[in-house]
């Protein structure tokens, strides 16, 4: 038996532990569009805290944080600093977003702002950003899978044949069982996560060093200023990254489907006062990829660098623990926005060429979107891949564009859908021409931010040169 067997067998194991209760969760039922993308409105407080911190923390939590931690150091902490600034807002903007969505029948975020801006157009301009700008995050789920799986396995599996494997593996359970599907494998997943994290990465610093401090003695000998702030990734560009991801934290559209989910208000709130206790489960994978940097370890992949701390500090099976975790963070992740998307082409873009479609048309467009999705990104994670965090914060850029359209929507009567597409046009094209024409961040701060402060501007003047949309009245009513 080789050294390899142990942890191969642990990790595909877990996969198919993940498959049977994914598709076990709903292959006797039969789904309307509301039941297969929302779960039927049901969800108590345990499946949708699950279901959201397994949505919310990923690959680029479970390795891309270690990877930015071992090659780029201290900048890497806005991952701890932002998730502080977005359940905040999170608590009281999900309330709205939830109410609308019982009130009117709401499924994914496009139906949002069509209730909102009663503008069909516009929710069309949503869906297809929601779409574009969620591609590279659904690669970056998918890439991390790959790598889990190849260094989980000691390099029997190689990382072409993970992604592969994992894609196939969410693509059975996601299309079989929607929504209900992935809150009840996320149940297993985000527990593997949580309790990895602490039980094994959160002890490496000891065994390498002796404790954390003596690591950071050590790293700060080895690579002297890792932990320190400094261009390009300076101040500047560290307090825009955080601002950028707090506020964009909420205009994913996985997220939409989650919040409509809850079985009602109270659970909601309860959920976002309890999310901040698992996103400390990013310390021990930071510390992890600082404790790579310490050691001297040259990586090809710095993405690797947490599953080499644990075959540097660990016998190898215990790699194939870590492994299943990995491919819990990043399947949860990635099966969430392969259904989110499959909704917006389903509910937004298809209704669109054929408005009289079924109920039981939309489910089964849902379906055959999940496995077009799927193998869009399973071919881009093949064949273009890039940096795990670098795909996040390109994502969210992209995303945040939605925040002064969706958060002022709310309370602003001024707001209508001629100031909210214009914003989100503008928005656009400064992250496109900051991020592929320029190529810089003006003033160290993050293109992002550039593009969401563009957007605010003409949001506001062209709110105040067109006349107020006459449903904002019709919409507030829902919140009484």
Not at 27 to 45: N, T
Not at 277 to 296: C, D, E, K, W
Not at 297 to 318: C, F, I, M, N, T
Not at 358 to 374: K, N, P, T
């Amino acid at each position: 038996m080789s050294e390899a067997t142990i942890p191969v067998i642990l990790i595909l194991s877990w996969v198919f532990i993940s498959l049977i209760v994914g598709v076990l969760a709903g292959i006797k039922r039969k789904f309307s569009l509301e039941g297969y993308l929302v779960s039927g409105r049901s969800l108590g407080l345990i499946f949708l805290y699950v279901l959201m911190a397994g949505e919310i923390y990923s690959a680029y939590a479970f390795l891309g944080t270690g990877g930015w931690a071992y090659s780029y150091g201290m900048p890497i902490m806005y991952a701890i600093g932002y998730g502080a600034l977005a359940y905040s807002f999170g608590y009281f903007y999900a309330r709205y977003v939830w109410k609308i969505g019982k009130v009117f029948k709401c499924v994914t975020e496009a139906d949002y702002f069509e209730t909102r801006y009663d503008s069909k157009a516009l929710a069309l301009l949503v869906a297809l950003i929601g779409i574009i700008f969620n591609v590279p995050y659904l690669q970056l789920q998918l890439q991390g899978l790959g790598y889990i799986i190849h260094v989980g396995s000691l390099g029997s599996i190689s990382l072409k044949a993970g992604i592969v494997i994992g894609m196939v593996i969410m693509l059975i359970y996601v299309y079989t069982s929607g929504l209900r599907g992935i809150a009840w494998t996320n149940f297993l997943q985000a527990l593997l996560m949580f309790i990895v994290a602490w039980a094994v990465l959160f002890a490496v610093p000891f065994i390498q060093f002796g404790g954390i401090g003596e690591m950071f003695t050590a790293l700060e000998k080895v690579k002297p200023g890792h932990l320190v702030l400094h261009p390009p990734l300076g101040i500047s560009w560290y307090v825009s990254t955080l601002i950028l991801s707090g506020l964009g934290f909420f205009m994913y559209p996985q997220l939409y489907p989650s919040i409509y989910s809850a079985r009602d208000l109270k659970t909601l709130k309860r959920n976002y006062v309890l999310l901040p206790l698992y996103s400390i489960f990013m310390i021990p994978v930071i510390l992890a990829g600082f404790t790579v940097a310490a050691l001297g370890v040259q990586l090809g992949r710095p993405d690797e660098a947490v599953l080499k701390a644990v075959e540097l500090s660990y016998p190898s099976w215990v790699l194939g623990i870590v492994g299943a975790a990995g491919f819990a963070a990043a399947a949860s992740t990635a099966s969430a926005i392969i259904l989110s998307l499959a909704g917006l082409l389903s509910k937004n873009i298809y209704t669109i060429v054929k408005p009289s479609a079924s109920d039981r048309e939309l489910v089964l467009a849902s379906r055959i979107s999940v496995i077009l999705f799927g193998l869009t990104a399973m071919i881009l994670a093949l064949y273009a891949p890039g940096r795990l965090v670098a795909l996040l914060l390109l994502a969210y850029s992209g995303m945040t564009q939605l925040f002064p359209g969706a958060v002022l929507g709310i309370f602003w009567k001024r707001m209508n859908k001629y100031a909210a597409g214009a914003g989100i046009i503008a928005g656009l094209i400064t992250i496109t021409y900051l991020k592929f024409g320029l190529k810089t961040n003006p003033l160290g701060i993050h293109f992002g931010l550039w593009g969401l402060m563009v957007n605010f501007i003409v949001t506001i003047i062209v709110a105040y040169l067109t006349k107020p949309d006459p449903n904002f009245e019709k919409f507030r009513a829902a919140f009484s």
